[in-house]
């Protein structure tokens, strides 16, 4: 007989496999809250019978964020602008060790590689199929027979989907120290702050991509911005019209990021991607939605 404890434990790894397949932290919350009814609803002869309640429960999680990445498709082509993962926030920073609310899903995220946001972009561009074949099994070392049961094909198709989609990942380069991006990230935060075009172009790539989302509900660029010199002047001129803004640096999906906040109240959410001493990609959320859990 599996305790109420030992089922509510496994909320943390749900969440996590919930939000790397979703991109999204509101809709892994719901995912996981809905494969939990799902368990309740059982009945209590039929929840004996499961030798793995984790295993169950992972695997009703998986199919039903399958489902909704496959809805979220059509929702994303309706979306005004471009579409970005959810930013996740380090609370520690701001010297708190959470929320206060142990429930809080923001706190229950693992801050690795797989969740940066350079990482989640590449997982758009993935089909549904191939992104839950992946995260399971490359992020979380799921076996293809339990995989297959997610996606209810052979463990051998499933293997052929992990392979198609590790092709949609870039070759590895060697990536910046974590001392190297966070550098760079202040001295991008203090020439932001201080108007300096000049020191901007230069820690910008020549062919760096600024791309912002909000979805509509606040003023941004909807399509993406390229080159260094260009996303300069857009940054300068952003400062310029809202001045009141405090920059301030914070790390963004478990990378070092820059927050533009205004009376306290988080307002845009800037993380970055650094080779070779130099930012190549921005991604800039400003939705309300998608900053809730960056409110203090």
Known sequence: MTSTDEIAGERRQLINVAYRLLGSLTEAEDAVQDAYARWYGLPRSRRDEILSPGAWLTTVTSRICLDLLGSARARRE?????????????????????????????????????????????????????????????????PFAEIADVLDRTPAACKQLAASARRRVSVPRAPDTAVGQTDVVRHVKKAWETRDIAALV??????????????????????????????ARYMIAIADLVPEFELVQRSVNGVPGVVAQRAGAVMTVASFDVADGRVTRIWVVRNPEKLRPWAS
């Open 202 to 231: 230069g820690l910008l790539d020549p062919a760096a991509v600024m791309t912002a989302d909000g979805g509509g509900m606040v003023d941004t660029v909807q399509r993406p911005i390229e080159g260094g010199a260009r996303i």
């Open 78 to 142: 309706r979306y005004v602008g471009a579409w970005l993962p959810e930013p996740l926030p380090d609370r520690t920073e701001t010297g708190q060790s959470g929320s206060g609310d142990p429930a809080d899903p923001a706190d229950q995220i693992v801050q690795d590689e797989s969740v940066a946001m350079a990482f989640l972009v590449v997982l758009e561009s993935m089909t549904p199929a191939e992104r839950v074949a992946f995260v399971l099994h490359d992020v979380f070392r799921y």
